[in-house]
């Protein structure tokens, strides 16, 4: 069973940057759909950013041209970059994988049946 482990969350001034981190303990190949997924108080999940199987990336309409989502399958790690930080970015980032997921399912980027146990994002003005 692949674990996943996310890293690299922090507090930042709006215009600032972070990159997220994902170790996967297994070899996740590149035959999983990855990606990650946030979660704000009281808001619901909200897909951020998915690469499928075939190398395609996917990013949701709120992070596009500011963040970049890679993958080193050698070290089976996910990235995140995160440029140009908002408040609204402020969430729990979860990273997620899944090796059944079709790729309409894959691109939504919440219905990962493996996902790690989060690393906080707080930006403020």
């Known amino acids: 069973q692949v674990q996943l482990v996310e890293s690299g969350g922090g507090s930042v001034q709006a215009g600032g940057s972070l990159r997220l981190s994902c170790a996967a303990s297994?070899?996740?190949?590149?035959?999983?759909?990855m990606g990650w997924f946030r979660q704000a108080r009281a808001k619901e999940r909200e897909g951020v950013a998915v690469?499928?199987?075939?190398?395609?990336?996917t990013y949701a309409d709120t992070v596009k041209g500011r963040f970049t989502i890679s993958k080193d399958i050698a070290k089976s790690t996910l990235y995140l970059q995160m440029d140009s930080l908002q408040p609204e970015d402020t969430a729990m980032y979860f990273c997620?994988?899944?090796?059944?997921?079709?790729?309409?399912?894959?691109?939504?980027?919440?219905?990962?049946?493996?996902w790690g146990q989060g690393t906080q994002v707080t930006v403020s003005l």
């Open positions: 690469i499928l199987s075939d190398g395609t990336t």
């Open positions: 297994g070899d996740t190949g590149s035959s999983y759909c």
């Open positions: 997620g994988a899944d090796l059944y997921l079709p790729p309409v399912l894959c691109r939504q980027g919440t219905h990962f049946g493996l």
